[in-house]
């Protein structure tokens, strides 16, 4: 049975987006229906509604998310309902090179919701990352829930699941920032911070600010500015 909810649709390339009533199957096997508590507006929405990712209109934007588990489908064993959890693009499978590497950032075989969301009409929904959160309740792989202290704040515990994984992961796995290294940041919007933080945890390194705007120079931990003139470096 589908539920009828309100989500955010870009319909058109290029076209604003529309608020529409949308429905959500129930959670099928290895899936899980969650009630978003909080979604962060990341630029990929943007890149969605403006075709730079794919052209497989309409979308289901949002993903930067984060709510309660309401329902999950057979063999589903991670979470149950009324967990609160993130929600992540990966849902890594646990069985491809990537995967056994101990790499699930690579994973070839990144599992999503096998059932779509839809337009009242029956039209399918593209889900924005595998997820479409601007909406009510999101039907998701449930490897994609990923279960998390229910103290946290829903909308800082969303911003996990995007902009601070990807500056995480890119100080860490990507740049394999090491102890010893110095940093620059280019751009200390919310990836940018996230980075801050990936390298400082990853190495303990030497940090340095640099000439291009919006870098930042780090000290002790602590974000001193946002723009330095001159490259310098702390020890």
Known sequence: MATAVKGVIAGVKGAPVSVETILVPDPGPGEALVRIQACGVCHTDLHYR????????PFLLG??????????????????PGDFVILAWRAPCGTCRSCLRGRPWYCFASR???QKMTRQDGTPLSAALGIGAFTELALVAAGQAVKINPAARPEAAGLVGCGIMAGLGAAINTAGVSRGDSVAIIGCGGVGNAAIAGAITSSRCSRSGTSYRGCALVHNNALICRTTYRISHIN
């Open 50 to 57: 403006e075709g730079a990712i794919t052209n497989d209109f």
């Open 63 to 80: 993903h930067e998310a984060s709510g309660i588990v309401e329902k999950v489908g057979p063999n589903v064993t991670n979470v149950v």
């Open 112 to 114: 999503n919701a096998q």
